[in-house]
């Protein structure tokens, strides 16, 4: 006897991963490395660069510690959204890849959520030795002034502009610069999903509309072959 999951039952398994995953990575590196601490994993192109994120998706900053807070409520309010609409696409047997996208995309933005408000509860700072987990003093900020966890770097290209490039010659480059999570790689995952989704949604509807006769053309063959009889 095969076990068929829902769609909804599928989702909140994917969620449940995501978050498993990418707050076990976190937790993982918050207590085994410092801030700057690097490992390189395959050689200068992937590198595992502890550092910790105050604001935005992949190290951006918002705003100090006014802008933190704001934007740790624009987070909940938009995942709660998020959800919300996510169940409602659900209940109306929306295209999979449309689903499963808002899925990642649901999944990551509550993977930073966790950080951003509890991180500064139950950890110490990083900051020339490694954190602790529930320390005795307390953590190193309040509720919703927690920073976001990134290890992920991969720097794949270095190099320096030519001299004849503008405004940038001579200036050394570096892609892919960011330093990103889990939870960040499942919201760009999830944004794609949600791309090829549309772009699957349009060009189906340019066939069929393309391959599909007008009602005034339709009405002319069947008056052609009510005369031919």
């Not at 987070?75 to 047997?93: P, T």
């Not at 900020?141 to 270095?158: E, R």
């Not at 889990?182 to 995952?189: G, H, K, N, V």
């Amino acid at each position: 006897m095969k076990l068929k999951l829902s769609r909804l039952q599928i989702s909140i398994f994917i969620i449940f991963m995501v978050l498993l995953v990418d707050q076990c990575v976190k937790i993982w590196i918050k207590t085994h490395f410092y801030i700057g601490q690097e490992v390189n994993v395959f050689g200068n192109w992937f590198i595992i660069h502890f550092t910790e994120n105050e604001g935005m998706a992949f190290g951006m900053k918002f705003g100090g510690e006014f802008g933190k807070l704001a934007l740790s409520l624009l987070r909940i309010i938009a995942v709660s959204f998020i959800g919300y609409y996510l169940v409602k696409l659900i209940k109306e047997n929306a295209p999979k890849l449309l689903t499963f996208g808002l899925t990642m995309i649901f999944a990551g933005a509550l993977g930073n959520i966790i950080d951003s408000a509890f991180y500064g509860l139950i950890f110490n700072e990083s900051y020339f030795h490694v954190a602790q987990l529930f320390p005795d003093g307390g953590g190193y900020g309040t509720f919703l002034h927690g920073k976001v966890v990134d290890m992920l770097y991969f720097p794949i290209l270095q190099g320096t502009y030519p001299d004849w490039v503008p405004l940038w010659g001579g200036q050394e480059f570096l892609f892919f610069r960011p330093v990103f999570n889990i939870a960040d790689s499942a919201i760009t995952l999830g944004v794609v999903l949600l791309i090829i989704s549309q772009r699957e949604s349009i060009f189906g509807r340019k066939k069929k509309t393309d391959f599909q006769e007008s009602p005034i053309e339709d009405a002319m063959n069947t008056t052609s072959s009510e005369e031919a009889v």
